[in-house]
């Protein structure tokens, strides 16, 4: 920027003691007074970098720049100048925006702070000589006398007292207050003892006297009690106190104050301790409450069988894999029909892996509302949504050091399979709302009654959480294809089920078991169950007798030739809700329930309508 010589001088001729026009395009020093030469110890100023001076500090310059430009001027303390092979000053710098031919400069007033204090004081002593040489004798007198009076009992307590005057200069400081500082007396006598043990807050920020509490005592004459702050020892070390300041007065003249604190550094320390021991307890003990719900659930839930009941080739097959994949750390995918005893096989194989001694947890994926499923994995802290009151665990953090079992994985929204496969493949879980990521031991065995293929396809399954899921398949027979199995299962769930309802239990034939092995059971084992429980009521007498039809399913497989209307209509029914169940629900489109019934999309709505069914579109 090329300046006028007149316009310069003008600028610096208005100006008073250390004073710098700069360039704000280029940070180069227009010109400079002899004062602000000498400071920087730089002549000629002219042609410099303003900021090569502020070595440092050129972050808070910056601001400060900034602040200027916005309010036309500003004044700061938070910046220190560093002249030319010289020491940092700390400077209180007043700048203002001059307007030039041809642009606008930064025009800066420095003042060497220390220089300013030294005419402060010149300016008291002054004012005190000023006064009479009685008056600076009477107020020596006054704090000498009252120091003097309580020498002995200042010295005995065992909480720290120092006085200081009006000015803020310390008056005296007692034997118990020296030993928590490290300070003596004669490095305290005198002195500002607000920039020796008070200048500071813990987290480093600058604490200016003005907004001290001690100095608002005898400035808004007031008594302030103030819990929990620190002092710094003279060794650079903070200690935490506890203080009252109480104004003082020689008659009705405001002499200053006293204050009295104590440390309580290692009552504060004591007190985190206990609170983070308090909070580690509180969270262990909701993560024990959770495992216990689900332990609780998993107990007061009625199977159907504990143990894997049958002969067949299939049930051989499916111990066999069992036996070869529990005590390994494999990822295991469980499929099959609904009812075929998914949840039964994941049981057995945590249950004889090495990490029985740790909870199955059991997340049934498809009974819990999609916006809460993120929750409900993962965990949460307080405040991470409106009903979140609580810390609370995920089901990945309580299966730490055990298992977690999928049930119906293909369930899980897509964006929640996503987050999912990365907390399992880096092993690490991070609770909503929170940072801190969580460190995960858990085996995963999943099981789903899906065609995974076609989920695949369909964009509902991704196709990487699959793979990593499926490491060691395990297929689930359905009951219809394992008829030799339905014997000893009948006769298991009879018993469990007169057990639980407190009965003798009926004799089977071997009628009431051909009936059974008729039927196609397409509700698998736990349609079976259900029929011999509802069987063991109705029976009267020795015998068992079972009415298959009664539960509103297909007819039995080969019993008849012809079926009447109703029985077509229930097959109709059942057909149309498996079909839905299939494709989640969707029924036009590809891959939705018409076009796997082959029938229109229309007679399919008019159908589930009629049926008083509801789908998606």
Same mark, same amino acid.
Not at 532 to 559: N, Q, T, Y
């Given at each position: ?36 030469? @000498?400071?920087?110890?730089?002549? +000629?100023?002219?042609? $410099?970098?303003?900021?090569? &001076?502020?070595?440092? $500090? ?18 700061? %303390? ?8 010289? #020491? ?16 606008? @400069? ?65 008056? &005296? ?20 003892? $607000? ?15 003005? #907004?001290?509490? !001690? ?10 009690? !103030? ?32 204050? !009295? ?20 307890? @509180? ?42 994949? =529990? ?25 004889? =892996?090495? %990490? ?5 947890? $059991? ?45 119906? &994985? ?57 793979? &990593? ?36 239990? +009926? ?74 169940? #299939? ?9 939705? @329930? ?11 709505? =008019? ?11």
């Amino acid at each position: 920027m090329s300046v006028d010589q007149a316009t310069l001088d003008s600028l610096l001729a208005g100006a008073f003691g250390a004073t710098v026009v700069i360039d704000l395009s280029n940070d180069r020093i227009l010109g400079a007074s002899a004062e602000a030469q @000498a400071l920087l110890r730089q002549a +000629p100023l002219a042609g $410099h970098r303003f900021s090569t &001076f502020v070595h440092g $500090h050129l972050g808070q310059l910056i601001v400060f720049v900034d602040e200027v430009l916005h309010r036309g001027m500003a004044w700061t %303390r938070r910046i220190q100048v560093t002249p030319r092979d010289g #020491e940092a000053l700390d400077c209180e710098i007043n700048g203002k925006v001059a307007a030039l031919d041809r642009g606008a @400069a930064l025009v800066l007033q420095i003042t060497d702070l220390a220089e300013l204090d030294s005419r402060a004081e010149a300016a008291r002593v002054a004012r005190l000589y000023g006064g009479g040489l009685h008056e600076w004798q009477r107020a020596q007198s006054f704090f000498s006398e009252l120091e003097q009076q309580n020498q002995l009992i200042l010295n005995a307590a065992g909480e720290g007292i120092y006085g200081v005057n009006a000015d803020g200069k310390t008056t &005296f400081v007692n034997r118990a207050a020296q030993e928590m500082l490290g300070w003596t007396a004669d490095d305290l006598l005198g002195q500002d003892i $607000h920039s020796k043990i008070h200048h500071h807050h813990l987290d480093g920020e600058l604490y200016p006297s003005q #907004e001290c509490p !001690i100095y608002q005592s005898f400035r808004f004459e007031e008594v302030n009690r !103030i819990e929990d702050e620190v002092f710094w020892r003279k060794d650079g070390k903070p200690i935490r106190v506890e203080y009252v300041s109480t104004p003082i007065y020689e008659g009705k003249v405001l002499a200053g104050a006293v204050v !009295i604190f104590r440390d309580i550094t290692e009552r504060w320390e004591n007190e985190q301790k206990l609170r983070e021991a308090l909070e580690e307890v @509180a969270a262990l003990r909701d993560k024990l409450e959770q495992e216990n719900a689900y332990l609780q659930e998993a107990i007061n839930i009625e199977r159907a069988h504990h143990d894997i009941i049958g002969q067949s080739p299939s049930i051989r097959e499916i111990l066999a894999r069992i036996e070869m994949v =529990s005590r390994t750390n494999a990822n295991v995918l469980i499929t099959g029909e609904s009812g075929t005893g998914k949840a039964m096989v994941a049981t057995a194989i945590h249950a004889d =892996s090495d %990490r029985r001694r740790r909870p199955l947890i $059991h997340f049934k994926c498809a009974s819990v509302n999609p916006d809460m499923i993120e929750s409900e994995l993962f965990g949460h802290v307080r405040g991470a949504f409106t009903a979140a009151l609580r810390d609370k665990p995920g089901k990945l953090e309580l299966a730490h050091g055990g298992t977690l079992f999928l049930d119906e &994985f293909a369930d899980i929204p897509l964006e929640q399979q996503g987050m999912l496969l990365e907390a399992l493949q880096s092993r690490r879980v991070t609770r909503m709302g929170d940072t801190r990521p969580r460190e995960l031991d858990l085996r995963v065995v999943a099981s789903t009654s899906r065609n995974l293929e076609r989920e695949v396809q369909a964009g509902r399954v991704r196709q990487d959480l699959m793979f &990593f899921l499926n490491v060691f398949p395990i297929q689930c027979t359905p009951l219809r294809e394992r008829i030799d199995d339905i014997p000893p299962l009948t006769v298991h769930l009879l018993k469990l089920a007169c057990k639980r309802l407190g009965i003798p239990v +009926p004799v089977i034939t071997e009628g009431i078991i051909r009936t059974l092995q008729r039927y196609d059971w397409p509700g698998n084992v736990r349609e079976l169950a259900n029929v011999i429980e509802r069987a063991a009521i109705v029976s009267r007498g020795d015998k068992l007798r079972v009415d298959i039809r009664s539960v509103g399913a297909p007819a039995v497989r080969g019993a008849a030739t012809l079926l009447t209307e109703a029985e077509v209509d229930q097959i109709r029914t059942a057909n149309t809700i498996a079909c839905l169940r #299939e494709t989640g629900g969707k029924v036009s489109g590809p891959g939705g @329930a018409a076009e796997l019934l082959g029938i229109r999309p229309t007679t399919l709505y =008019s159908r589930i309508r009629k049926l008083g069914l509801q789908a998606e579109g």
